[in-house]
């Protein structure tokens, strides 16, 4: 026994070199061009982030590489996060899913405590101290995803779907995060969630009626808040504003104007990384979070913004692509939810800063500058990077 | 994988796709499509141009004398669109104004309030988003500045109120020329996208009346505008370029100041003295409610003097006239004082008219230019009477105008009008005095560089034609009207059936300057002065040069319209017929007793239906060799002899007489400190 024992151990170091360097090791079998594109666009996110706010550091005679020193920072945690995903047993995933799902929903509770600040009109923020804070609404996209496919690939029937009782207690459960966000408000964030549970609900094979009655309902319900005064004025005034996008520019239309005007004045090459006058200008709030695309519109032109759409796109594809190949419903439903909440949150947010959908307060995956969104978005990579190492191992 | 979640996959895959190329095609449309337009409005968004007023232009006299300055001042004035949106409109605000400017607060209102279809003058006449002045002290003024500090020191009480330091209009002569210069007023919305007023500001003063308006181009410079480069919080980031003003001209008037108080003198002075007199027929006093003078050059139609009466304080305009003050301004019952009669008053030229008359009863070939004719006391054919029915047997076209013969010149008419075919007239009548009156400019403007010049009025064929056709529904009705009285409705039956016929009564009054014949006193100057220089009618010009800031001279050059179709000789004969108006004889030989100049001209009496007779003398000296030509009239001021004619002679005593002008001339080259360079102007920031 004891002379096995250096055996072992002479086989384990083996193992940690093959393990990280042998043809089956997950470095090499995780899916690099997801992990390229996704690399790629927190690299040209970092630049953007670093010209929107360059300048107004320089005029606020502070450090201009602030932004981008944190951003990268960021990056770098959300990347460890990101190895931890991928590495976490697959089949431990599941069990992990209440601890997130209980977590996150502390977490919102915390929000509307004392605990939570506010932040640009959203009380969405936890402060750490020491110039951090974060955003537990965040992780909530994560724990939906991961909660959602957990109870819906777990159904006593798969060949036939999720039941309607299945059905219920997912909506039940979905309902408790989105109710508490739709508190802070922050109703970008609830638009996403919803995306994610009528996705997700929709690749589980759940009945159509499901789908079409969520979608009925979701309708009757912005109708009803709209009249009913639940939302903000703010919140209705930007959806007025995106109506009517001549609706007094200096008002509430300034933004989506000023930011079409900054896409739009780029053309096709742009004005040059760091030359943009709508950037150094400061004419459009919130650039370096929620309207960090229109940075990549003006200096970079069609040719940048079409390379960041089309690294979004990779992201995607490739997203889709595990969800396909996987082998468990599990692993299929957590990439599908991914990629619904990816690409709706995507489109909401570029598509704001094009004018062709209302202004909601969204960051754009990877590109952003923002700690929980980076942080939240490297998790699911790192869960679609395992979805796709189990995928192998069948 | 169960069996519907394959399918879902695809449709999750065509949605995802769907979603990326809406983006591409939205990101297309904006950047490659509207790409130029978007570029344009990023760089509108980030330049603001910064204007520095140019120094508005000062306007001298022939002599160099300033009339119309700049000075500095404090200006208050009342940001409408930020009182309304205080919760009572502003009315408080206004109420604590009005305590500090001394203004009630119902005419600060007023005041504020943009003129529209609904709004009714007194109102402001500027952009309904600019500022309206409300109150103007000078920067010398401790008290004005002491009232300005209350504002200042109460902000918050007074939101939408301000004080800046501007420069305004000033008249180191008072009210001297008043009329002619003119002043300013806000520029109106419209005129801000009108050529004339390119790169005019919205919130610019622009000339409103006389020389400040006609040379408003040339006095306003150009404002210089800065480029700044600039983020959305407006914080200044860099320039891009600029343009520095460029002062207004300097504009020489060929007006002498000194000549100017004269003439305004005289006329107050005559205006003051007829009102003790008593009027013709009725006997009841003499109204004398306005009255002008011309002075000008016989030989260059340069403008010397004009005055006109009732007058006014320009420096109401600096800082805006307040809308009471506006309104009597141009109140009928006041007097109206902004009415510059000179031109824009329009009179019944009555014997000074007998110039044109006799040229052109001579020009027509019919009346030898030394032929003697009957001057009976009352002209058979029409049954017209001669002034005061004097008859004075046969006279020569000399007495006739010496004495002023009227039945004379009725015979010249009638006779005329009857060649015509009277009643029934030829196709197309010589109408000689119609003619020649035209050729003197007489119903047309004289095209004076000042605004708003009324043309007068020749009642011939074709004014009592249009004149018919607009009155003729209404004379019709009252032919039938039983409210009228038979003689009246017999009238209007009479005028409705052939009024537009020009009858041989029109043709004898027309020939006496009576009747719906009007003439500004302008006008009559030009006659005057065309007699005096050989025929010529020249347009006459209050403005000499314009001074660019460089020093570079622009002289105005004087212009000839048209030159009366008669000889020398005539007019030689005429001349000298007017000598003796002044000589002992004459009509005006009382006034111009010892006169230290000779003077020849003319008196005329106007009458005006319902109204009292107007004064008129129309002149030119010295009689042999003319230079000035002088033309004086007061309305409701009695018989020329009496009124109008010892004023002229006021004015020429004053450019003639001990004490006058040197030489009784006027300079014949600018100012020399004018036409050496000058330095340009401090730029003016508000």
Not at chain 1, 317 to 342: E, Q
Not at chain 1, 384 to 394: D, F, G, Y
Request: hydrophobic share 45%.
């Amino acid at each position: 026994m004891t002379v096995l024992a250096p055996v072992r151990l002479g086989r384990r170091d083996a193992s940690l070199r093959e393990r990280a360097t042998g043809r089956d090791s997950p470095l090499r079998r995780l899916d690099w061009v997801l992990g390229l594109a996704v690399l790629a666009l927190i690299g040209i996110g970092s630049l953007l982030v670093w010209s929107a706010t360059r300048q107004r550091m320089l005029d606020a005679d502070l450090d201009p590489q602030a932004f981008l020193k944190r951003h990268l920072i960021n990056a770098v945690i959300g990347m460890t996060l990101a190895s931890v995903a991928t590495l976490v047993d697959y089949r431990s995933l599941q069990a992990y899913a209440p601890v997130v799902y209980l977590a996150s929903c502390l977490g919102l509770v915390a929000v509307l405590t004392p605990l939570g600040s506010t932040i640009n009109g959203a009380h969405s923020w936890i402060v750490l101290g020491g110039g951090f804070q974060v955003q537990p609404a965040e992780l909530a996209k994560v724990a939906l995803v991961v909660g959602m496919a957990m109870l819906l690939a777990d159904v006593r029937d798969p060949e036939r779907g999720p039941r309607d009782g299945d059905v219920v207690l997912v909506l039940a459960l979905a309902a408790v995060p989105i109710a508490l966000i739709m508190l802070q408000p922050d109703l970008g964030t609830v638009l996403v969630l919803v995306f994610i549970v009528l996705g997700v609900l929709a690749m589980s094979g759940a009945p159509l009626r499901w789908v079409a009655g969520l979608l009925v309902a979701g309708a009757l319900v912005c109708v009803t808040a709209v009249q009913a005064g639940v939302l903000d004025d703010y919140q209705v005034d930007r959806f007025a504003a995106f109506a009517n996008p001549e609706l007094d520019p200096r008002g509430v239309g300034y933004n989506t104007n000023q930011a079409r005007i900054a896409i739009g004045s780029g053309g096709l090459l742009g004005k040059g990384l760091f030359e943009g006058t709508q950037t150094a200008g400061r004419f459009i709030p919130e650039q370096q979070t929620d309207f960090v695309f229109t940075v990549a519109g003006e200096e970079l032109g069609l040719v940048g913004a079409s390379v960041l759409l089309a690294l979004l796109g990779t992201v995607l594809w490739r997203g889709l692509r595990i969800a396909s190949r996987s082998p468990d419903p599990f692993g299929r439903l957590l990439a599908a939810g991914v990629v619904c909440w990816f690409s709706f949150q995507s489109f909401v947010n570029v598509g704001m800063t094009l004018g062709i959908m209302p202004v909601t307060g969204l960051p754009l995956p990877f590109v952003s500058y923002g700690g929980s969104a980076m942080f939240a978005n490297l998790v699911a990579v790192g869960l679609l990077q395992n979805v796709h190492l189990s995928s192998r191992e069948l | 994988m169960t069996d519907r979640s394959r399918p879902r996959l695809i449709v999750l895959r065509v949605f995802v796709l769907t979603l990326l190329v809406t983006l591409f095609g939205r990101l297309v449309a904006l950047q490659v499509v509207g790409g130029d337009d978007y570029a344009e409005a990023a760089s509108a968004n980030r330049v603001r141009p910064v204007v520095q007023t140019a120094p508005r232009g000062e306007v001298l006299d022939v002599r160099g004398t300033p009339l119309v300055r700049n000075r500095t001042a404090l200006v208050v004035s009342v940001d409408r669109s930020a009182l309304l949106r205080q919760p009572d409109d502003g009315a408080a605000v206004l109420e604590r104004l009005a305590t500090v400017v001394g203004t009630p607060a119902a005419e600060l209102t007023r005041s504020i309030t943009p003129c529209g279809d609904d709004v009714a003058p007194p109102c402001w006449r500027g952009s309904p988003y600019q500022p309206v002045p409300v109150a103007e002290y000078d920067a010398g003024d401790a008290a004005g500045l002491q009232r300005v500090l209350r504002i200042e020191e109460r902000r918050e009480e007074f939101p939408g109120v301000r004080a800046d330091f501007t420069t305004v209009r000033d008249y180191p002569k008072g009210t001297l020329a008043a009329h002619l210069l003119g002043y300013l007023g806000p520029i109106s919305p419209e005129e801000t996208s009108q050529p004339d007023y390119d790169g005019v500001t919205a919130t610019a003063l622009v000339g409103r009346a006389g020389v400040e308006a006609t040379y408003d181009g040339d006095l306003r410079g150009r404002d210089g505008v800065t480029e700044v480069l600039v983020d959305r919080f407006g914080a200044v980031a860099g320039e891009q370029g600029s343009t520095p003003p460029v002062p207004g001209d300097t504009l020489v008037l060929s007006i002498d100041a000194a000549v100017q108080g004269i003439a305004e003198k005289a006329l107050a002075g005559a205006i003051d003295r007829a009102r003790d007199l008593r009027a013709r027929g009725s006997g009841a006093r003499l109204v004398a409610d306005s009255g002008s003078v011309v002075v000008m050059e016989a030989r260059t139609g340069r403008v010397v003097a004009m005055a006109s009466y009732p007058s006014y304080d320009p420096s109401v305009f600096v800082g805006g006239a307040s809308p009471a003050e506006y309104a009597r301004l141009v109140d009928e019952e006041q007097g109206a004082p902004l009415v510059f009669r000179a031109i824009q008053g329009a009179y019944a030229p009555a014997s000074t008219f007998k110039v044109v008359s006799t040229i052109g009863a001579v020009e027509s070939g019919d009346y030898p230019l030394l032929g003697r004719y009957p001057c009976p006391g009352v002209y058979g054919p029409t049954g017209q009477r001669n002034f005061d029915s004097a008859a004075l047997g046969t006279v020569d076209l000399r007495q006739a105008l010496v004495k002023s013969c009227d039945t004379v010149f009725y015979k010249f008419a009638y006779e005329a009008w009857q060649r015509d075919g009277g009643n029934d007239p030829v196709q197309e009548p010589r109408d000689p005095m119609v003619r020649m009156a035209q050729a003197f400019g007489l119903g047309s403007r004289t095209g004076v560089d000042l605004p708003s010049e009324r043309r007068g009025t020749i009642a011939d064929r074709a004014y009592k034609q249009s004149l018919w056709e607009q009155t003729r529904d209404n004379r019709c009705k009252g032919a039938v009207n039983p409210e009228l009285s038979a003689e009246r409705r017999r009238a209007n039956e009479e005028y409705c059936e052939d009024g537009n016929r020009f009858r041989g009564g029109d043709a004898t009054n027309f020939s006496i300057g009576q009747g719906d014949t009007l003439v500004t006193p302008l006008q009559l100057a030009t006659v005057y002065a065309a007699i005096a220089n050989g025929g010529k009618v020249l347009e006459p010009h209050v403005a000499r040069a314009l001074v660019s800031a460089s020093g570079q001279v622009r002289e105005i050059a004087p212009e000839v319209r048209t030159t009366v179709p008669t000889s020398p000789e005539v007019l030689a004969y005429v001349r000298e017929a007017l000598a003796g108006v002044t000589q002992p004889g004459g009509t005006a030989a009382g006034a111009f007793a010892g006169s230290p100049v000779e003077v020849a001209g003319k008196t005329g009496t106007g009458e005006v239906a319902g109204k009292q007779d107007t004064s008129w003398f129309a002149s030119f000296a010295p009689a042999d060799a003319p230079e000035l030509v002088v033309v004086g009239m007061v309305s409701q001021g009695g018989t020329g002899g009496t009124v109008a004619a010892p004023m002229v002679r006021e004015v020429y005593d004053g450019i003639y007489g001990p004490g006058g002008l040197p030489g009784g001339r006027l300079p014949a080259a600018l100012p020399r400190a004018l036409t050496a360079a000058r330095p340009a102007p401090a730029a003016v920031t508000p």
